[in-house]
Every structure is written in C-alpha cells, then in structure tokens.
C-alpha cells in the first residue's frame, strides 16, 4: 500500500464549477499536509500546508484535513481556466521528506 | 527574491555517460532537497541536505548516484553510468530548518538514449 494515495484524473470541469481534489493516506502519525500546483513541464508550486485537522482557506482555494478517516482535500471556488495543472498532494514525514500523491490532472474548459 | 534555480534545464544524453546536474536553493534556505519525478507520478525524495551535511539517502538513491552540497550552498547530483531508467525529471527544492515548506526549482529534465 502507498503511503500517499491520489486518483489521477484527469479531471475535467466547466468554467466557474468547485473543483474537489483529494488524498488519502496509511500513517496516522503525518501532521502536515501540503498541496502543490504543477503546470507542465514545471517544478511544483506550493499551494497550501495546513497542520493537523480542520480547514484552511487563502482566496478561492480551501484545503481540509479529516485525521480521523485520513482524508485530505482541496476545494477550489470559481474555477479558472488558468487551473488547468496537476495537483499534487504532499505529506510532511519527520526527517525531511515529502512524500506525495500521483497527482490529479485538472482541465477547466472556458 | 530569487527562487530556486536548476542547470541545465534539458540534458539528452547517451547511456552508459555522467551527468551532473546543479541546484543553487534560496539564499536563506539551509536545507536542500532532491527529487526525481517520472511522466504521470508524483516526485520521489532522493536525498536532503541540511548545511553541508547529507541527513538522508533514499533507497531509490543506488550507488550510481551521488549527491554534494560542499559549502552549505549550491548543490550537486551526478549519475553515473547513465540507463535508459534514469530518464526523468530531477528536481531541487529548499527550505530553513524551521519550516515545513519546500520550495522547488523548475527542474533538469534528463532523457538517456
């Protein structure tokens, strides 16, 4: 079992919809969780990070963090065309590293 | 403020040859990471440098490659004796010692034929 699991998409929506991007994961230990916004070709871009459960919201992006089922999500508002990108969850494990998710493709159409 | 940068961006190169790829974090940051990404997954941890200092070698990193970070500052990988399996994107990330958020680099995208 992956330590990080992420359904890939892709994932297609119309302009304007709420896009749902979500991660589970095995270890109940992990405490910080990240998204990263990765358009082709490029390095990842560092969303959000949240620690622990509950909610966190910059703009049009909501990340949520459930410990209980080991469920994070990513709720974008309004979604925009410029979207389009893979959305990459990230686990903060002590030590170090991130340990990320397959990553979904997102694709918001005009 | 300059982000992370990475060179080459591209490099094609013939199996069996050494590359070496160069990571230059933000200047702040004393923490330095390496990942490898292939085409549909996410990045996978390689090594990270704390300073001078490698704290941590994944198992993915075999003895083909090596990593440096001499004076705490840019950083080096090289692989050796390149295989069509090491084709991939390398990416560099930082961070201070005292934050969880990574800030990566646009990354080397190696192609080995």
């Known amino acids: 079992q992956k330590e990080v699991e992420q359904d890939p998409g892709p994932l297609s929506v119309p302009e304007g ?12 230990a992990f405490q910080y969780f990240m998204w990263y ?7 990842p871009e560092l969303l959000m990070y949240t620690y622990s ?58 | 403020d300059t982000g992370v940068s990475q060179d080459p961006r591209h490099k094609i190169t013939k199996r069996g040859q050494n590359v070496t790829f160069r990571c230059d974090p933000i200047s702040e940051h004393n923490r330095l990471y ?10 996978e941890f390689l ?29 080096t990988l090289e692989i050796q004796r390149t295989e069509q399996g090491d084709s991939a994107m390398y990416l560099c990330a930082s961070s201070t ?11 080397t995208r190696l192609t080995v034929t």
């Open chain 1, 53 to 110: 459960s509950g909610n966190k919201e910059d703009g049009r992006f909501t990340a949520q963090v459930d410990k209980s089922s080991k469920y994070i999500s990513l709720f974008i508002r309004d979604s925009q065309p410029s979207d389009s990108a893979t959305y990459l969850c990230a686990i903060y494990n002590q030590g170090g590293k991130l340990i990320f998710g397959q990553g979904t493709e997102l694709s918001v159409k005009p």
């Open chain 2, 97 to 107: 010692s005292d934050t969880y958020e990574q800030y990566f680099g646009p990354g």
């Open chain 2, 47 to 75: 090594t990270y440098f704390q300073n001078e200092a490698q704290l941590e070698k994944s198992r993915l990193l075999s003895d083909r490659f090596s990593a440096e970070r001499p004076k705490g500052s840019f950083s």
């Open chain 1, 17 to 28: 919809a709420i896009v749902s991007l979500n991660c589970t994961y095995s270890n109940s």
């Open chain 1, 37 to 43: 916004r990765q358009y082709s070709r490029k390095g």
């Open chain 2, 34 to 43: 390496w990942y490898r990404q292939t085409l549909g997954q996410g990045p």
